[in-house]
């Protein structure tokens, strides 16, 4: 560990159990550690970080204009996710305050989770896992090869052919699918769907220039022209509860919502009476508005796959955004461009 | 339904349940349904089968050489699966038998399914959906972001960095992948997860032609050098147990096992062997050696994904599959090419 002064000092903040970090910091920077003060944080900053001009923020601490006031020089966040929603944006804005985020780092994990959900959720594998630890497969009397639902038949072929009846256990292939946000993590579950057969359409801000898929400037119409939709753009007062009640009634009932951005995308509530409804056919969830409590109305569903925030949970994808933090630091103290500045609106 | 005297007569043998075939047949031909009657199969058989030149099998029933034995006549056995490891090909052979089975059908359901399996495995996505099920993510005091259990962090961030623990959740990206039977479902599975980023390997009797993935002609070394093994090759004298300790142990304790052929591929007593002590890191199972008997030591797993032989369980497979089945038969009653023979040996 070499401390020098001349290394530019650092202030970090981080959850007691995220520490992949600290190795890399403490190589490349002196370092002030909030996280590991008694002290109530504003005090902390108060006393300690008057000149401090680059704040790592690891997890999700709120940023907002209160505590950022604690930080007088501040002129760069360095934040380890995706998306920024924990940051008041303008207020860093205002004040002429950089901040960078994850980059591409997660963009392939977070791509294979959606995907992985995807899967499970229309061929419904964590259901399939439970009916076989039950036990319940191999009692005699059942049908070997079925499970039944209310609603679907789970695993297994069909009874009879109840043309009314709603199932979802079904190919991937054919299906239409419509993500909301192509960036980096759109494109690359795009890219991954491609061979399935499935066929991809997309909203975002605006159209991009040279792909292939099908643009549509608003996510109704998404809704109505799709099977399945994939959410995975960043929260902002834009995309607050863009997935609403309405656009769920266009999905259809069975329709199936992937969300791999963050809770607040969906309107939550209304997805909840919509699952009980039927009005849509099935979710997986890697993110929830109040996470990490989920509704517990999702808990019996066999139709919904859960995941605790999982999405970029590899080692992999923390060695990786750890070498993007390092970057971006690196990228400021020496007066070069950020390698992943988010934009301030 | 018509049942003219001028259509051709088909024997007809299915479980009680997959009736999805029966509106297809009886549209086409004359049935003889076996299981419809209270008589022991080798009686019924004996008593109104002599004539029989066609015989559909739905499911799994046994054909040896004692049941054929019923069955002088016989010049076709349509089989519904795509492994006819349940008919004695010798016996079919001997007595000039045609056998066809269900094509490519099933072909991309089976590959959803084994990357699906895959995904979930590698991803944990149903020990993490049993977590959230479970309501330890929101219990306050625990770490929100992870699960422990002996030998893993199943979902969420690594605590600390102890370059001996083992652990699988993990990247798909650069993963290298080793396909045990490169046919219609064996490529199928390769080109879904080559935009994951996946090295893709094979073994199969032959060295296919213009195939760019890597080929092995031993099973050994083929897991000596990937990370996963996926199995979907048929169940032969040849392939029974080709993935014995010697090829696990080879595979090594990152090593995971996808398997979506038939359970005889895999010595399962080892295999649960394996897993237990850490020879292997991981297994995605849709089919077992006793199914629907599965070993009970694999339901407290994490690492272990089990699917209750579902792959081919979906609508659009069923409706494929009798699509097959009519097309052989009509085939077969007009003297042209069977649509699907399967090779005698």
Avoid at 84 to 108: M, P, Q, W, Y
Wanted: charged letters at 20%; one cysteine or more; aromatic letters at 6%.
């Amino acid at each position: 560990m070499e401390e020098s002064s001349e290394s530019p000092l650092v202030l970090v903040h981080r959850p007691p159990t995220l520490a992949y970090m600290d190795d890399h910091l403490s190589r490349n920077f002196r370092l002030l550690n909030a996280h590991l003060s008694p002290d109530p944080l504003p005090l902390f900053l108060s006393r300690h970080a008057a000149s401090v001009t680059a704040f790592v923020n690891i997890g999700r601490l709120k940023i907002d204009a209160e505590l950022l006031s604690h930080l007088p020089s501040l002129q760069l966040l360095v934040c380890t996710s995706v998306g920024t929603d924990h940051v008041d944006l303008a207020e860093c804005k205002r004040r002429g305050i950089a901040v960078t985020n994850a980059g591409d780092a997660f963009s392939d994990d977070v791509a294979d989770c959606a995907v992985g959900l995807l899967l499970s959720v229309l061929r419904r594998i964590p259901a399939g896992d439970r009916y076989v630890r039950s036990g319940n497969w191999s009692k005699p009397g059942q049908f070997q090869l079925g499970i039944k639902t209310k609603r679907y038949i789970v695993v297994g072929y069909r009874e009879s052919v109840d043309k009314d009846e709603n199932y979802l256990m079904n190919l991937v292939s054919g299906k239409r699918v419509g993500i909301i946000g192509l960036g980096s993590i759109g494109s690359r579950i795009a890219k991954r769907l491609e061979p399935f057969g499935c066929i991809i359409s997309y909203n975002s801000r605006t159209q991009k220039q040279s792909i292939p898929y099908r643009y549509y400037s608003d996510v109704l119409s998404l809704a109505a022209d799709n099977d399945v939709l994939v959410l995975c753009c960043s929260l902002t007062d834009q995309t607050r509860h863009v997935v609403n009640r309405e656009v769920m009634e266009s999905l259809g009932k069975e329709g199936v919502i992937i969300n791999v951005g963050r809770g607040g995308l969906i309107d939550e509530e209304e997805m909840v009476k919509c699952l009980v409804e039927g009005v849509i056919g099935g979710a997986g969830l890697d993110v929830f508005e109040k996470e990490p409590q989920v509704p517990e109305e999702l808990f019996g569903m066999d139709n919904v796959v859960l995941s605790p925030h999982a999405a970029v949970a590899t080692p992999g994808a923390l060695e990786s955004v750890a070498e993007v933090a390092i970057a971006n630091l690196k990228a400021f103290f020496s007066n070069q461009p950020l390698v992943s500045p988010v934009r301030l609106g």
